[in-house]
């Protein structure tokens, strides 16, 4: 029996290549499940945080809490979220609708940027940068202009003020982080 060496090496080759690639998907799963491990524990701990503080405040108030949505009432904050997405999206007649628009996307945008480089893991971070900290707390503090953006731009002095009072809020929580993160970090 003759064995042709190209026949061999194109089953090496065919082998390798699809190994590889097995192995990339591997790596890929294997990044991917922390991170999904994390974001899905900090969802259901804020679902529960939700839930307690409904029930607790029916207890302080002698009233009944949430109880129809789910058993216990556990999913009404899911159910609340599904009518805010389906909710119908006013915009201001007044107003600039385009920058009325942009801004809830700076606020979310800028808070969701700032996960890059929050690490996962011990070797599992998106974005390994040498200023991480500090690029934090810069991208984190760009969400203030978002609600600036969304009390100006509807064009009425009421709104404007909200505004304002959600940024200064905003920013009177970010000062004594910053310091608090800067102090360990420096």
Request: one cysteine or more; a negative charge.
């Amino acid at each position: 029996m003759i064995i042709d060496t190209n026949e061999v090496q194109d089953i090496n080759s065919f082998s390798s290549s699809r190994f590889e690639f097995i192995k990339e998907v591997y790596g890929i799963i294997w990044i991917l499940i922390p991170i999904l491990t994390l974001v899905l524990g900090i969802t259901i701990g804020v679902l529960v945080i939700v839930w307690l503080e409904r029930e607790i405040s029916a207890g302080i108030q002698q009233r009944i809490g949430p109880e129809y949505a789910g058993p216990l009432g556990v999913l009404q904050a899911l159910a609340d979220g599904t009518k805010l997405l389906f909710k119908e999206n006013l915009l201001p007649s007044r107003g600039d609708t385009r920058l009325f628009s942009i801004g809830p996307s700076i606020a979310v945008i800028s808070i969701l940027v700032s996960y890059l480089v929050v690490p996962f893991g011990y070797h599992l971070v998106l974005a390994d940068l040498n200023i991480g900290v500090f690029l934090w707390i810069a991208i984190s503090s760009i969400a203030p202009i978002g609600l600036l953006m969304l009390g100006y731009r509807s064009n009425d002095k009421y709104s404007f003020l909200g505004g304002l009072r959600a940024a200064a809020q905003s920013i009177s929580y970010e000062i004594p982080l910053t310091l608090c993160v800067l102090s360990i970090s420096l």
